[in-house]
């Protein structure tokens, strides 16, 4: 297995990954973007996200998306967005691979943070970021997601 | 309170950083963890006004005198695409009350929307009651509660460790 980049090329295997990862958080409609939609946003001048994906001989087994972010107290932060294994390829140290490479980019970019979020139920992931040196935030400190959707935003601008 | 009429919600500036600098300290005093902020104003300067702009930031300001800011940047979900988040939202005690935030927060989404954002995310903590009666009033969803979603982090030296690990075996 080799990990690399992605390049175009890969947005319509990542796509097929997304909805794998769906699938699995019991959310299978949740993906609405397509594989252009991730040419674009992706390869494009301004890049929304960076891919590094699992590559078996041209078959992605997985694939790890993540952007940089800011911290008004620690600066340059990168944000895990996804991070997924097939499950016939798990267990072989691949997703740590994807992981240690954001990680490592992230640290030559002068970032002081990795954040990402998982879902309270999936105990084999949280076990396993645990392991790697991860702490939940929303149990040490208190804090809790929100979200405005499309169209509490347009609603808000509007009023 | 006078001053009002004068109000402008701006864009930041560079120069605006060490004023911004002040409001950060302000915002993590009052979240009861004043030494939270390492960062300065020059390092504020080199990664919002720099080659590549980690995030933006809007100000508002009466007279010359920064009374609040909010700090934002672009994510991305692999469901919804292209997101706005909201790192930082603050108004001084003094000015509160009067739409400011309001005013500061709708800049962001305006500013996602503009972009073709269909989210704009946000953190709070769970103690703040007020922050979180005034998101949801502002229809934010809390989706720790509803969808189970629970924030970690690796520190910088979690991050060295991790890529150090297996090093040598591998």
């Known amino acids: ?159 | 309170m006078s001053g009002m009429e004068k109000l402008v919600i701006r864009e930041g500036k560079k120069e605006d950083c060490t004023q911004i600098r002040g409001l950060i300290q302000e915002l993590a005093d009052y979240e009861k963890t004043p030494d939270g902020p390492k960062i300065s104003a020059d390092t504020l300067i080199q990664d919002g006004f720099g080659e590549k702009q980690f995030f933006h930031t809007f100000v508002a300001e009466i007279d010359s005198k920064l009374v609040g800011f909010s700090l934002y940047f672009y994510a991305y979900s692999t469901w919804e695409g292209r997101a706005v988040y909201m790192e930082d939202i603050y108004v001084q005690p003094d000015y509160r009350g009067k739409g400011i935030g309001t005013k500061l927060w709708k800049s962001v989404v305006g500013a996602g929307l503009a972009q073709g954002c269909t989210r704009c995310n946000f953190q709070v903590l769970n103690w703040n009651a007020p922050s979180i009666d005034y998101y949801k009033r502002q229809g934010a969803t809390d989706i720790s509660e509803s969808e189970g979603w629970l924030a970690f982090r690796m520190t910088h030296d979690a991050m060295k460790a991790f890529v150090k690990k297996g090093e040598s075996a591998s």
């Open chain 1, 1 to 159: 297995v080799k990990i690399r980049p992605a390049a175009k090329e890969d947005c319509k295997q990542i796509r097929e990954l997304i909805q794998e990862l769906a699938d699995y958080e019991k959310m299978p409609d949740g993906p609405k973007i397509t594989a252009e939609d991730l040419e674009k946003d992706g390869f494009g001048d301004q890049k929304f996200f960076y891919t590094h994906v699992a590559d078996l001989d041209s078959k992605l087994v997985g694939f790890v998306l993540f952007f940089y972010t800011y911290s008004t107290w620690e600066g340059k932060s990168v944000y895990m967005e996804d991070l997924y294994v097939q499950p016939e390829h798990r267990g072989k140290g691949v997703g740590t691979k994807l992981w240690k490479s954001v990680v490592s980019a992230a640290l030559d970019t002068g970032c002081s943070r990795c954040n990402f979020q998982v879902l309270d139920w999936n105990k084999p992931s949280i076990e396993y970021y645990k392991r790697q040196g991860a702490v939940d935030l929303s149990a040490a400190e208190g804090w809790l997601s929100f979200r405005l959707h499309k169209e509490q935003m347009v609603k808000m601008v509007q009023s």
